[in-house]
């Protein structure tokens, strides 16, 4: 089968298409004919060596993470797929990638596919949703808080402001004026152009922070933020909970522990608090996402597809930080 491997760490990182084996699978995982990817800006990152400490891959590796397609073999412990069922998942952080042309997946990773949309939307979602989701899940995000999401036009923004919108929160984000209309569309209450304004412009008593833009807007969003509010980052630094629940060796736990000692220490001058957050799979999240998606509560956002050939090239496109949702290869045509 067709692949796009990472042959190994590099500043412009060396990916690659190769001819490989269909993967076998064991007895708790399903086989998937891959219709679709949906691309992330860690699938830029990963290929530098931006994640190494953190995420082991044995190279060459496949890449990418977020697939729908079709389920052609399950293991024998499967018990909620058949063959034939239209599924998407995330294999995120499992030493496999989603670039290729089957995948295995682990039974508990997958869900069905949402009915109202293609494997090309489909494809789109897990990475976002899940982030978003377990983000707010482990913020305790309540009904009439306030919560700030930079980059509201970009793949987390368009699907976290309308789940928190859904779950009853007030949205303030960021965008260039021309996205103005679509992160409106979406359900932002209060919009700030970043071409013009600072941060500090969001209202000042916001009760969470997501942590989606790299520089010194997270130190400067400590501003924005009330008492006891709290900043979850999806971005860094990494913190000594991070290297404790992975499990790191105490070199590393030291490691994280200074990258993030200055942020840490700022909330917590500012009575705030500050965790960085890293994505898990879960079926079971995605199967109440995609009723969501059916009930029309929220949609995914697509800026571009490419053709599977075309994958260094979508990976090009999504390096240049300018997509308003997310870009999205697909394999099979749906």
Known sequence: MKALLLQDYAKTGRLSFENIPRP????DEVLVKVYAVGLNPIDNMIPKGTFKPILRFTLPAVIGSDLAGVVENIGKKVTRFRPGDAVFASVFDMDRGALSEYVAVPESSAALKPMSLSFTEAASLPMVALTSWQAFEHAKLKP??????????GGI???????AKYLGASVTTTTSAANTGLVTSLGADHVIDYRRKNV???PADCDLVLGTVRG???EKSLEILKPHGEIVSLIGPPDLAFARKRGMNIVMKAVFWLLSRKIISRAADR??????????????QLTKIATLIDAGKMKPVIDRTFPFDDSLSALAYLADGHAKGKVV????ES
């Open 216 to 218: 010194d807007s997270l």
């Open 329 to 332: 290869v697909q394999i099979v």
């Open 24 to 27: 076998g699978i064991r007895d």
């Open 271 to 284: 009575q705030v608090n500050y965790s960085f957050f890293f994505v898990r799979p879960d079926g079971s």
């Open 200 to 202: 500090e412009q969001a």
């Open 144 to 153: 009439g808080q306030k919560v700030f999401i930079p980059a509201g036009s």
């Open 157 to 163: 923004g368009t699907f976290a402001i309308q789940l």
